[in-house]
T-cell receptor, first 114, second 113 residues
Framework: NAGVTQTPKFRVLKTGQSMTLLCAQD?????MYWYRQDPGMGLRLIHY???????AKGEVPDGYNVSRLKKQNFLLGLESAAPSQTSVYFC?????????????FGPGTRLTVL | AQSVSQHNHHVILSEAASLELGCNYS??????LFWYVQYPGQHLQLLLK????DPLVKGIKGFEAEFIKSKFSFNLRKPSVQWSDTAEYFC???????????WGAGTKLIIKP
């Protein structure tokens, strides 16, 4: 099993450009998450999904959109990138239920917005 | 608002030294507690977790953590660190009624050979 994969691994954008980050998991997990990691701030939840066709806002959703059209995929979109969105983005997934809330992480995408 | 505090942002130790990384959370109800580790160039992975039962939990690679409910703490310990323990360590908390993880800012641990 590949676990959680993310594409691309690195990306440089100019201010105002758009892009989509793809997350895929092969563990049949119900829950998927997008986080951003900034120095000294830990991980902050951007958006999450509790199942196919559902999405919800996390702690820092502004400037991002997401879609979960298939259970195994969770897309994060930046419609008009800003320098403040320079960060490392992590996708994670977990199985249904609180008792199994261990989250499995992808390798991350390092995004720079100039 | 719920929060997780990790007291030390950077820790430098020599090999064979003992380690304790602090983690405190602000939530009065039932919680699930986690420590994750991020080795250089690798993705985050679970080190150990506490859901219920024995408050002293053991994880991978000789790590353990103790949940002290009265102190709202979940400190990570290892009696003798190795150079390969160099990594960033994150404490995270899930309030029992919520499946979202609340993360600490992380502690960067450097082990000198």
């Amino acid at each position: 099993n590949a676990g959680v994969t993310q594409t691309p691994k690195f990306r440089v954008l100019k201010t105002g450009q758009s892009m989509t980050l793809l997350c895929a998991q092969d563990m049949n997990h119900e829950y998927m998450y997008w986080y951003r990691q900034d120095p000294g701030m830990g991980l902050r939840l951007i958006h999450y999904s509790v199942g196919e066709g559902t999405t919800a806002k996390g702690e820092v959703p502004d400037g991002y959109n997401v879609s979960r059209l298939k259970k195994q995929n969770f897309l994060l979109g930046l419609e008009s990138a800003a320098p403040s969105q320079t960060s490392v983005y992590f996708c994670a997934s977990s199985s249904f239920g609180l008792a199994n809330n261990e989250q499995f992480f992808g390798p991350g995408t390092r995004l720079t917005v100039l | 608002a719920q929060s997780v505090s990790q007291h030390n942002h950077h820790v430098i130790l020599s090999e064979a030294a003992s380690l304790e990384l602090g983690c405190n959370y602000s939530y009065g109800g039932t919680v699930n507690l986690f420590w994750y580790v991020q080795y250089p160039g690798q993705h985050l992975q679970l080190l150990l977790k506490y859901f219920s039962g024995d408050p002293l939990v053991k994880g991978i690679k000789g790590f353990e953590a103790e949940f002290i409910k009265s102190k709202f703490s979940f400190n990570l310990r290892k009696p003798s660190v190795q150079w390969s323990d160099t990594a960033e360590y994150f404490c995270a908390v899930t309030p029992d009624s919520n499946y979202q993880l609340i993360w600490g800012a992380g502690t960067k641990l450097i082990i000198k050979p």
